[in-house]
């Protein structure tokens, strides 16, 4: 079974300030690893993935994520934040190979000016 | 493609109603989730399909669910009899497959029972 800890509920940041919101994850095998952006009444919206290779992944919006196996983490950062990446974001892992999800609690980004 | 469409988008009814969702994957796509999203227990899976066959229902919370898919562009999830703690977003994703692919979402359907 897989769990993901995302330990942030909330996370406000200024306009164009750097963000990171934390993933980690326990899994028995290997996972693939996913974060998913939900605006307000809408559905979830992929923004990267990591399936294998390079640990750095790149993704929509100018959003990023490096994969730490040894930490069991895969943080999100953005280098610098609009107020439209206002959002909630969920990180999700999958066992290797398969596309059914487990997500964390999700993390609520507030951008203000 | 016009993506994974869920209707209605809002359901309001009362205790012990029964609840149709309904869903219809992108077209080509051959697994199909229903995930409940709730403040408490954030996103549950709840079955997925694999061309129109149940595949894991373990995440079903009760009897009182049921879901079918027909045929490759439709699908529903009922529950009969509604509760109050059945209220939440239920989401409905689709994807071409199981390995190494990502599943797309419809914008949800928030279900409300009072």
């Known amino acids: 079974a897989q769990s993901v800890t995302q330990l942030d509920s909330q996370v406000p940041v200024f306009e164009e300030a750097p963000v990171e919101l934390r993933c980690n994850y326990s899994?028995?095998?290997?996972?693939?690893l996913f974060w998913y952006v939900q605006y307000p009444n809408q559905g979830l919206q992929l923004l990267l993935k990591?399936?294998?290779?390079?640990?750095l992944v790149k993704g929509i919006n100018g959003f990023e994520a490096e994969f730490n196996k040894s930490q069991t983490s895969f943080h999100l950062r953005k280098p610098s934040v609009h107020i439209s990446d206002t959002a909630e974001y969920f990180c999700?892992?999958?066992?290797?190979?398969?596309?059914?999800?487990?997500f964390g609690k999700g993390t609520m980004l507030l951008v203000s000016p | 493609d016009a993506g994974v469409i869920q209707s209605p988008r809002h359901e309001v009814t009362e205790m012990g109603q029964e609840v149709t969702l309904r869903c219809k994957p992108i077209?080509?796509?051959?697994?199909l989730f229903w995930y409940r999203q709730t403040m408490m227990r954030g996103l549950e899976l709840l079955i997925y399909?694999?061309?129109?066959?149940?595949?894991?229902d373990s995440g079903m919370p009760e009897d009182r669910f049921s879901a079918k898919m027909p045929n490759a562009s439709f699908s529903t999830l009922k529950i009969q009899p509604s509760e109050p703690r059945d209220s939440a977003v239920y989401f409905c994703?689709?994807?071409?497959?199981?390995?190494?692919?990502?599943?797309?979402f419809g914008q949800g359907t928030r279900l409300t029972v009072v």
């Open positions: 994703a689709s994807s071409p497959g199981i390995r190494n692919t990502e599943a797309f």
């Open positions: 899994s028995s095998v290997s996972v693939y």
């Open positions: 990591y399936l294998s290779g390079s640990t």
């Open positions: 999700a892992v999958s066992p290797s190979g398969y596309s059914t999800l487990t």
């Open positions: 077209s080509g796509h051959d697994y």
């Open positions: 399909f694999n061309n129109n066959v149940p595949i894991d």
